[in-house]
DNA sequence: TTGTACGCGTTATCAC
DNA sequence: GTGATAACGCGTACAA
């Protein structure tokens, strides 16, 4: 007395056709392999009767899960929107789905996050920065689940990564700075202790500063997160200083904006009392008055890249290669040469 | 001859350490019902071979697939970002997963999305928007579901929603600009064909033009996608009318930034030639200069509202139930009263 | 406290 | 072209 099998199943369905669940299954699966006439017929029933099948079984069964995960360290800053659509975009057409999980710059999140991917058996990862606990890598890799690093260059050859070069990007923006004739440059940046590419982008400036014999100056160096007002009060206390920095290198143009607004706010004009030069070429930085000076970070193809090289990897096995991928200084508006005399502050900014 | 298990089940596991695949799932799921030498000896175990159990397998055994689906109509706008965030927060403590998916405004994507969430038998989706397909309604409460929608409210009771109230809030944001004085109002917002958001803001719109006897003007009103340089160049359009706006209200502080960039930079001082007004209250409205009035979208508090509706909907079985939250009109510096006046336009802008 | 055995819903592999 | 049935890996009632 099997009457009552549960609704919602293919057993269900099955038994409602009056055939066998593997009928059902394949003409869900593979329409051509069944007879029309019984396809049609159980077509109608599927649709009538609003049948999903479970994803869970049928992953399960096939030991394809069709997802890749992709875990992003933060949703806020638009730059990874356009990283991430274009990931979306690319499994789509290679019908993957994506899974979409923001660690918010927690390596804790991230961790759980991880073993959670690892836990439905994703077919592939794709992080974001290098820098993690190594057993992380070992997990994946213990799991046959390929993955790739973006938005940094990995130090590790055994680790794959497709990104463009931080170190470099940020070498060339600092350098720019200091060709135009600046010498007091401030840094705006992540907090590189949770964030490496932050950390490679503070690597540059240093060294950037050295190589050209600057002193460096801890008070012209501000970390923080990526908040548009938090980095208008850096801005604040950096150009309240008894010697502001005539130019600042801001490693994120969100942090650039804020920058911007509140030198202009303090009466500073952009570029001529201050220049301004930020990083990732955010849509804005075109807008804004003046346009912001900033490294073209190609994140869309960055992300194409790492979709296609994962598609690859889960489909057909080839392992994953680390690329590299140019970034473009782009010169607009916010950058120009220091002002002829140091400029005087006559009172303190409101 | 079972020596072989495959490597990486509990089976394998159990074997491993002389004892039964329920006492290793046990230690994993309940430790304190196996006695603790025990315990140890397996959590070693699964320490050292780095065990990760199959979650599909035991979403699919437990039939408890512990996720929440929420699906936006895009992730590059940051106000989204909050609203995720606040939602991530919730679940996680409720020890809830959340499976994030982008429709790109896209109505048959989104399709795609919940019917893959259904085949995952994910156990809430929050939704963007109300206006979609009944079917995909029916089809969340064929599979028992539970669902939310946020972001508006729905016109069908038989349709939870938590959200604030876009028509009555976009009639506050219109109507203050009409107290202000003035008559010639443009309006900026999403393409209301494929955003039931928009279209309820530009239906505020018109009935408080109406209501203060107003014409409306086909040629004030710009309907585009959420692009910060599509608005601008919407902007540039406005304002090189034969007779410009005196105000406009933009539907989205995304391309209120760009209308102010815009207006700047043909010259118009922002708000004495022309008033601006935002929507959402995104951080870097109160950067700008001047700093953006816009209306308050409690986006966090909205995605925590509904997230604990769906915890609860999902673990306790109570139905979700409507809630309208509070937005409020921030006023700053880029409204004011229109120039006493009109404006001649002496050249066209470059 | 621990082990046995069944069920979860599908896919895949054979026979027929 | 179709049906029967063995996996897939885990959770869990029930037995020991």
């Keep these: 007395m099997k009457k009552t ?10 038994r409602k056709a009056g055939v066998s669940i593997a009928t059902i299954s394949r003409t869900l ?11 049609q017929r159980i077509l109608a029933l599927v649709e009538r009767h609003r049948f999903v099948p479970d994803g869970r079984a ?8 069709g997802v890749i995960g992709l875990i992003v360290p933060t949703i806020s800053n638009s730059i990874y929107a356009e990283f991430t659509e274009a990931i979306q975009n690319r499994l789509q057409a290679a019908g993957l789905n994506l899974l979409i999980a923001n660690a918010n710059y927690s390596a804790e999140l991230e961790r759980e996050i991880i073993r ?7 077919e592939g990862v794709i992080l974001t920065g290098y820098d993690r606990d190594p057993g992380l890598y070992q997990l994946l890799r213990r799991y046959k689940i390929p993955f790739v690093v973006t938005w940094s260059i990995s130090p590790k050859p055994s680790i794959p ?5 931080n170190y470099a990007a940020a070498t060339e923006a600092t350098e720019l700075l200091v060709k135009l004739g600046h010498r007091r440059i401030a840094l705006i940046c992540g907090v590189t202790a949770i964030n ?6 503070l690597a540059a400036y240093r060294d950037v500063l050295r190589r050209y014999k600057i002193s460096f100056d ?19 206390r950096l150009m309240s200083l008894q010697k502001p920095p005539t130019a600042i290198f801001c490693a994120n143009d969100i942090q650039a904006l804020g920058a911007l607004f509140t030198c202009q706010r303090l009466q500073f004009r952009v570029p001529d009392d201050v220049s301004i030069i930020g990083f990732d070429d955010l849509p804005i930085t075109r807008v804004v008055i003046p346009p912001l000076s900033t490294v073209h970070i190609p994140a869309a ?11 690859d990897a889960a489909r057909k096995g080839i392992p994953v290669k680390s690329r590299k991928i140019d970034t473009e200084i782009i010169m607009r508006g916010s950058t120009g040469a220091p002002p002829a005399r140091v400029r005087i502050r006559s009172s303190s900014p409101s």
């Design 196 to 201: 490496d590419r932050a950390a490679q982008r």
């Design 218 to 236: 801890r008070a012209l160096v501000a970390e923080h997160p990526f908040e548009i007002e938090i980095s208008a009060d850096a801005t604040t």
């Design 301 to 311: 193809q960055m992300g194409n890249a790492a979709a296609d090289a994962l598609i």
């Design 161 to 165: 990564a497709i990104s463009f070069d």
């Design 58 to 65: 049928s992953t399960f069964s096939s030991n394809r899960s």
């Design 5 to 14: 099998e549960k609704p919602g199943t293919l057993h269900w369905l099955a």
């Design 116 to 122: 959670k991917l690892i836990e439905s058996r994703v």
């Design 29 to 39: 699966r593979r329409p051509d392999s069944v007879a029309p006439q019984t396809r």
